[in-house]
Each structure stands twice: as structure tokens, then as C-alpha cells.
């Protein structure tokens, strides 16, 4: 392995270097300025020991760790942010964001070109949790007063953003899969109709705790029998469209993602950007009369589109916009492509810990990963034995550098019996490096399992 000296990327700030000169020389018509004095030595006092500081966390960036979806930024988003912070362009109006807004929405129009969308109505956020908010709000403007529907393994995010709208809110029970169960939501989608009525289901393409997929073919079915509003919360596993290794049932969701009515991607999950990085679309570009406002201060330099004006959020990082389209110039969204292969790498890598873990007698795995994220039990003659086991040997694995995450997860979804829940080991193995680390991550949770006995 890597001495610590190699594991953080440095030679690319000759990259960094190069840029910020280009950038300067297009203000070298502006008139001489001397900009306020830096003391070299206090700045660098203090950001070394903002390194130090930073010394304390996991390491995120290492294949090693596997726990929570934390994926390191790829070098041009990472190069391509710095560069732009130099100008630091907010893209609430062209005014202050001109340069900014344009990748914006070049970069937005090739991630709705993944789902077949060529018209549509999208933007960037500061990431998912507010990008559904936006989705949940037009749905809410569209049918105010009726429900939204979201299975029990969705990010509780949409519960909390439905009371911050004063939208009632329901939760739908899973299959032994992590699945949205379509018949309990027929028999919700039966029972609203009685009463307010369903506004909007929430279909969940890459549950946070498990990868599951919704069965998007279905919803849709249902869709056409009860007329609510179709949202797919893909912020993890959106990008996946593009793998060319999923199995037949998540297959056939990503294919049908486009008649859904709106969509949420996080790229700064899968997408290899900073964190502070969602993205919103809706088919029915129509529904940006419900963010229309006048503002007396803002919209003066041109004519056309101000993205704040079909946005919720007002100042926006334009040096997100800049990394996101950088990254999508390097690494295009098309199917079979370099980008394509990273994520098909990642979940090979899920299936073969998957099939590492069934060779493992003290271990018992949840069905076969549909994307990236593997979760397993750990035996016990309880639940509470089994749960207690599976924190020992995450405290085990982590003191071999083995970071894992653990989650609290119905016991049926490990083959369990009873009602209730169990504490399962879970890893999100989302670099593509991954494939290559199952053989040392088995090993050391072999080892792992021998210490916590």
C-alpha cells in the first residue's frame, strides 16, 4: 500500500496553477490595482494547522473506507472549484454569475439528457435535501392540501420537508427487498382517494440504507389509474442509468425514469463533485410560473433567463456549476464510457463482497445489491446478541482500518424472523477502485469477526 506521503493527489496544482493564469489574463485590460498585502507566513501558520485539524477524520478518499456514501470529488471538479472561487461567481442573476450560469445549464441539460428529457425545466442546488424540497413544493402548488406518499426506507427527508411545506405525509410499507410494497400503496392510493386524496408519490431509486430500487414499471402502472404525481428521488443512484450491469428489475426502473414528473440527482454523490451539489428537473418546464417574482435589484444586465428566477434558493455556488460541467467535459454521461464504467466497476465491486459475505458463517447478507451498497446481519442467538456482535465487529474492522457503517434494518431483510428490527453491518462501495480492495476488505473482516469472538 501507499506511504502517507502518496495518498493525498498533489501533482495536479501545477494543473491548478496553469488555470488561474489564464483566468487572470483575461482581466489584463482593467486598470492596475494593488490588492490588500497577504502575510505569507500567518497564512500559511494557520492553514497548516487547519491541516492538522483536518487529520482528524476518516479516510474518505481510501478504498479502505466503505462506510457512508462519502466519494472523493474527482481532481478536475476538485481543480476546476479552486480556480473558480478566484472569481467566486454567484448564479442567482447573470449579474453576478454570467460565465457560471452558462456551464450551469449546459452541465443541467446533459444530466436531463440521461432520462431522454431535451425539454424540461432544471437547475443545480446545494444538494439533494433541497432539491426535493423544490420537487415537493411544485407538487404541493400543483394539488395543495392533498398527500405525499413515500416508502418507509426513503431518506426521511421527505417526511420532514412535507411538515416544512404543510403537506400531509404517509409512509409506505417495503417488501423483504427495501422496496416500495405496491400493494400497500394501492391500498393507500384506495383509501386517499376517499378522503383529500394522493398528490404525489415518491418513487426512491437508491435507498439511502440498502440501494434498493422502487419498482418504477409499476408505480407507473398505478400512476395511470390513480393520476398523483410521480417524483423520483434518485439523488444516490441516478447516474446509474448509465451502468450496463444492472440487474433485470433495476434495469427496467432506470429505463422508465423519464415519464416520471420530476427527478432529483445528487452529483456530488455519484456525479464526483464538492459537496453542495443537487440537482432538480421537471418534465413540464410550465411549472416555473410558480417561482416567478420580480425582483428590484437583481435582473438588470440581460434579457435572458436569470437562473434565480426558477429557483427557490438565491445565492447558489457558480463554482459548483464550473466543477460539475469541467468534470461532465472529462468524463461525458453516456453509456458505455469511462464515467459508465466507473459506476459498473462499483457494483461488481458490491456483488463480490456479496458473494464474499455468503461464505462467511457468522454473516447473513440481505438479498444481492441492486447498486453499490451491501448490508448483512451478523448471527446471534437474539436480535439484541446479533445486533451487539455486528457493533463489535464494526469497532474491530475499524481498528484495522476497515471503516464500515452500521444500520438499523427489519430483520426480515436478512432472512430473521419475528418482527422488529436488527443492527446489520452496511458498505457503500461507491469508488471504482473498490473491485480491487474486496480480497483485503474480506480479510480484515475475517479477522475482525475471529477478535469480537
Same mark, same amino acid.
Given at each position: ?31 492596475? @490595482? ?46 476546476? @472549484? ?11 442573476? !447573470?449579474?453576478?454569475?454570467? /460565465?457560471?450560469?452558462?456551464? +450551469?445549464?449546459?452541465?443541467? /441539460?446533459?444530466?436531463? /439528457?440521461?432520462?431522454?428529457?431535451? +425539454? ?15 420537487? !415537493? ?12 406518499? %413515500? ?34 400503496? +394501492? ?18 431509486? &437508491?435507498?439511502?440504507?440498502? &440501494? ?7 408505480? !407507473? ?21 448509465? %451502468? ?30 464538492? @459537496? ?20 428590484? @435589484? ?22 459548483? %456549476?464550473? %466543477? ?8 461525458? !454521461? ?120
Amino acid at each position: 500500500m501507499a506511504s502517507a506521503k502518496t495518498q493525498l493527489d498533489k501533482d495536479s496544482l501545477a494543473v491548478l496553477r496553469a488555470a488561474v493564469d489564464r483566468l487572470d489574463a483575461g482581466f489584463a485590460a482593467l486598470p492596475q @490595482y494593488e490588492p490588500a498585502a497577504l502575510d505569507a507566513r500567518a497564512l500559511e501558520t494557520i492553514l497548516l494547522e487547519a491541516a492538522q485539524r483536518m487529520q482528524d477524520n476518516f479516510p474518505y478518499f481510501h478504498p479502505l473506507y466503505a462506510g457512508q456514501m462519502l466519494k472523493p470529488p474527482h481532481p478536475i471538479a476538485r481543480l476546476a @472549484y479552486a480556480m473558480a472561487m478566484y472569481i467566486n461567481p454567484n448564479n442567482h442573476a !447573470l449579474d453576478g454569475g454570467r /460565465a457560471s450560469s452558462a456551464l +450551469e445549464k449546459e452541465a443541467v /441539460a446533459e444530466i436531463a /439528457a440521461m432520462f431522454g428529457w431535451g +425539454e424540461f425545466l432544471g437547475h443545480l442546488t446545494s444538494g439533494g435535501t433541497f432539491a426535493n424540497l423544490e420537487a !415537493l413544493w411544485v407538487a404541493g402548488q400543483l394539488a395543495p392540501g392533498k398527500k405525499v406518499l %413515500a416508502s418507509k426506507q426513503a431518506h426521511y427527508t421527505h417526511s420532514r420537508i412535507s411538515s416544512v411545506l404543510r403537506l400531509e405525509f404517509e409512509a409506505v410499507a417495503c417488501d423483504d427487498l427495501g422496496r416500495m410494497d405496491l400493494a400497500a400503496l +394501492e391500498a393507500k392510493l384506495k383509501q386517499g382517494s376517499v378522503g383529500g386524496g394522493v398528490a404525489t408519490v415518491v418513487a426512491t431509486l &437508491g435507498t439511502t440504507a440498502t &440501494g434498493s430500487v422502487d419498482p418504477l414499471p409499476g408505480l !407507473l402502472d398505478l400512476k395511470e389509474r390513480y393520476n398523483f404525481r410521480l417524483h423520483a428521488d434518485a439523488a444516490y443512484g441516478g447516474y446509474f442509468t448509465l %451502468a450496463g450491469n444492472l440487474g433485470p428489475e433495476a434495469r427496467a426502473a432506470f429505463d422508465r425514469m423519464g415519464e416520471c414528473d420530476s427527478i432529483v440527482i445528487d452529483p456530488h454523490k455519484h456525479g464526483l463533485q464538492p @459537496y453542495g451539489c443537487g440537482c432538480v428537473l421537471f418534465r413540464d418546464a410550465s411549472v416555473g410560473r410558480f417561482y416567478k417574482h420580480d425582483s428590484p @435589484y437583481t435582473y438588470f444586465s440581460s434579457g435572458d433567463l436569470h437562473l434565480g428566477e426558477i429557483t427557490l434558493e438565491c445565492s447558489r455556488a457558480g463554482a459548483a %456549476a464550473v %466543477a460539475l460541467w469541467a468534470t461532465q467535459k472529462l468524463l461525458p !454521461l453516456e453509456k458505455g464510457g469511462e464515467f459508465a464504467q466507473r459506476l459498473e466497476a462499483s457494483r461488481a465491486a458490491a456483488l463480490a463482497l456479496h458473494a464474499k459475505l455468503q461464505t462467511e458463517p457468522s454473516f447473513l447478507p440481505a438479498s444481492a445489491p441492486e447498486l453499490d451498497i451491501v448490508t448483512w446481519a451478523v448471527r446471534g442467538k437474539t436480535a439484541s446478541e446479533a445486533s451487539a456482535r455486528a457493533r463489535k465487529i464494526f469497532e474491530e474492522a475499524a481498528k484495522r482500518n476497515l471503516h464500515l457503517a452500521l444500520a438499523e434494518l427489519p430483520r426480515r431483510f436478512f432472512g430473521l424472523g419475528g418482527q422488529g428490527t436488527v443492527t446489520a453491518l452496511r458498505s457503500v462501495l461507491m469508488k471504482p477502485e473498490h473491485k480491487d480492495w474486496v480480497e483485503p476488505i474480506a480479510k480484515i473482516l475475517a479477522e475482525a469477526v475471529e477478535k469480537a469472538g
